[in-house]
């Protein structure tokens, strides 16, 4: 690991300034040219950002850490409904927060399911939403590849076993944060805020970017910029819905496939909106959209639920070692569903 230098932001000012650069372009010069004793980068909690460093992927002249910063470890009920969280809550306060676990049991869920005990206690749910892929290539520094500004991908013709099925030209990472399937399927918002006070709200399905749009960056983070808050809407009465993650192991690991449905239900029980949301799908959490459509006016049974889980893997590209992902999606699309009109 390279030496640098540590300190805590004391404001959202001296936070947002200390973001100099973003990590993606940080991390997207070639390893042997890679500024050195440039770059100050901001921490949450820690995990994802030291992984980068031990392995010399990132190396930044200073790190100051954001949980100094008052007011960004806080959850709010808004008026209206709706509930604040700032970025630096834990994974664990949010799995454990009784007025999240009642009005969005789908999140709290998706926060318990991920990571270990351990590893919720530190890790923060800005960090979540804006940590970077898993890609084993992107992970190593002997692979130079086109995320981290090469020009090839490995994984395409490689090892794709945890890739995407969705949107996986020309790089097949998935978004890594469960949280964000369900804010997605939720419709949260994040707001922004940048070292000259600006402040940018936009819905979270919004802040993520594809890769046929930029190959190098998972997000809309500007530099000189930190997220400041994610807002839940207010969930009217008649919303159901349901989390469910699928890894190779129950203890702890990224999913290999996972899906948040939100329904809101009509007081003679037909589906008036459906959101369905995949995470570990796609390089941005993937809204079926055909399945929404299939389940809206409807009243909602297993067939139609069978039925909405084969049309949610509409448009589907899977690679080489990674079809196994389409009848995985199929069964917990269906599964959710069931279990958010349960
Ligand atoms: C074994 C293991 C299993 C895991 N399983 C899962 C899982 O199932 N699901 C899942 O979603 N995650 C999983 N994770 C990932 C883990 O949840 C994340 O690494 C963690 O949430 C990152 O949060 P952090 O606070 O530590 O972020 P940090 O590492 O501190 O930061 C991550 C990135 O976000 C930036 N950043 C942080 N806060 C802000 C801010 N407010 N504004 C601007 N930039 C900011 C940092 O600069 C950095 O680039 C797992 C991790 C491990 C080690
Ligand atoms: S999937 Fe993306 S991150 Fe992984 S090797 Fe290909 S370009 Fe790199």
């Not at 300190?7 to 973003?22: F, M, P, V």
């Not at 980068?41 to 995990?47: L, N, R, T, W």
Request: proline share 7%; aromatic share 6%.
């Amino acid at each position: 690991m390279t030496p640098f230098a540590w300190a805590n932001a004391r404001n959202l000012t001296e936070g947002a300034s200390a973001a100099s650069i973003t990590v993606a372009e940080a991390m997207t010069a070639a390893p042997d040219v890679m500024p050195r004793g440039q770059p100050s980068i901001v921490m949450a909690g820690g995990i994802d950002l030291l992984d980068l460093l031990k392995e010399n992927l990132l190396t930044p002249a200073t790190i100051l850490s954001l949980k100094d910063i008052p007011g960004l470890g806080r959850i709010v009920e808004e008026d209206g409904g709706g509930v604040l969280i700032g970025p630096m809550v834990t994974l664990a306060q949010l799995a454990d927060h009784p007025v999240l676990r009642q009005r969005y049991p789908a999140f709290t869920d998706a926060a318990q399911s991920s990571a270990s005990p351990q590893i919720r206690n530190v890790a923060t749910l800005g960090g979540n939403l804006l940590q970077r892929p898993r890609c084993w290539y992107f992970r190593a520094a002997e692979y130079h590849c086109s995320r981290k500004g090469g020009n090839h991908c490995f994984a395409m013709f490689g090892e794709n076993q945890y890739h995407a099925i969705f949107d996986n030209m020309p790089c097949a990472i998935v978004h890594p944060s469960t949280s964000a399937t369900t804010l997605v399927a939720l419709g949260a918002r994040i707001e922004l805020t940048n070292a000259q006070g600006t402040v940018r709200n936009l819905l979270l399905e919004d802040f993520f970017v594809l890769p046929s749009k930029d190959i190098r960056r998972e997000n809309d983070l500007k530099p000189q910029e930190i997220l400041t808050s994610i807002s839940l809407p207010s969930v009217p009465p008649g919303t159901r819905m349901a989390h469910l993650k699928q890894g190779e192991k129950d203890s702890f690991d990224w999913p290999l496939a996972d899906v948040a449905v939100v329904l809101d239900v009509a007081p003679d029980g037909s589906c008036d909106r459906a959101s369905i949301v995949l995470g570990a799908a796609a390089p941005a959490p993937h809204r079926a959209r055909a399945a929404e459509a299939m389940l809206a006016g409807k009243h909602i049974d297993a067939n139609l639920a069978k039925s909405a889980a084969h049309a949610g893997l509409d448009g589907a590209t899977p690679l080489a070692k990674n079809a196994y992902k389409l009848p995985l999606f199929e069964t917990l699309i269906q599964r959710a569903i069931l279990k958010a009109i349960a």
